[in-house]
């Protein structure tokens, strides 16, 4: 029944006109970005435009894919009819759905020469499919797509304000607060280290990674907890 699940939400979740040509540009964009000799700070300009722009348009769009209602979540259930595989296979399925993404990033910042970025890269893909799929226990498809928006897309944005701000006026960020800024914002936290953020960054990333793959765990029970039952 799992593989009957995976199968289901296989259907449709790369539409080719607006995947490859999404994977195209942000390969073209990131690579301009880390190797122009235009931009003064190529690496923090990288950070943040692909932290705050790039990676949540992906994560958005592969995201927008699972956010169901009730109804349908009623219908899919009946369908594949066991909550646990449901909800594995919204796990499984969003990863392919990234998988793809992932390689272009190991591939851009492989060619670049700055795979020391890849791993705060990666600590926030996994962080924003964690908050994803927590946004889609939402029993309204819009709601789910709002509660998204602000975790993978304002809360960073915010985060990276409060950064800045942090660095203009000399001010630390303290333990709790660089942990908890190293998971709103794995990348751009990343890059005010040790300034603002004075956790070490393996130390930090490591921790928004654990955090987010126990969200990750959590979800099948959490999904049969709150989703509507028929």
């Known amino acids: 029944m799992l593989t009957k699940a995976i199968r289901w939400y296989l259907k449709g979740l790369f539409p080719l006109s607006i995947y490859i040509p999404l994977l195209i540009f942000i390969a073209f964009s990131q690579y301009y970005l880390l190797t122009t000799s235009i931009i003064p700070n190529r690496v923090f300009v990288f950070s943040s435009i692909t932290q705050t722009l790039l990676i949540p348009i992906v994560i958005l769009t592969v995201a927008s ?26 796990i499984i399925t969003f990863t392919v759905g990234i998988a793809p993404f992932i390689a272009l990033e190991v591939v851009i910042l492989w060619l670049s020469n ?21 946004a889609s226990l939402s029993q309204s498809q819009m709601t789910a797509f709002m509660i998204d928006l602000v975790f993978v897309l304002l809360f960073p944005i915010g985060a990276e304000s409060l950064l800045g701000s942090y660095a203009k006026f000399h001010y630390t960020a303290g333990v709790t607060g660089s942990i908890i800024l190293y998971f709103i914002a794995p990348l751009i936290s990343y890059g005010y280290w040790p300034q603002v953020v004075n956790v070490n960054p393996l130390v930090g990333l490591s921790l928004a990674l654990i955090i987010a793959l126990v969200l990750i765990a959590l979800y099948p029970y959490l999904f049969k907890r709150l989703e509507f039952k028929p």
């Open 114 to 134: 700055y795979l020391s970025l890849l791993f705060p890269v990666l600590v926030t893909i996994a962080v924003y499919e964690s908050l994803s799929l927590l």
């Open 65 to 90: 894919h699972f956010f169901r209602n009730k109804q349908i979540t009623v219908f899919e259930l009946t369908l594949i009819g066991s909550w646990r595989n449901l909800a594995i296979a919204k």
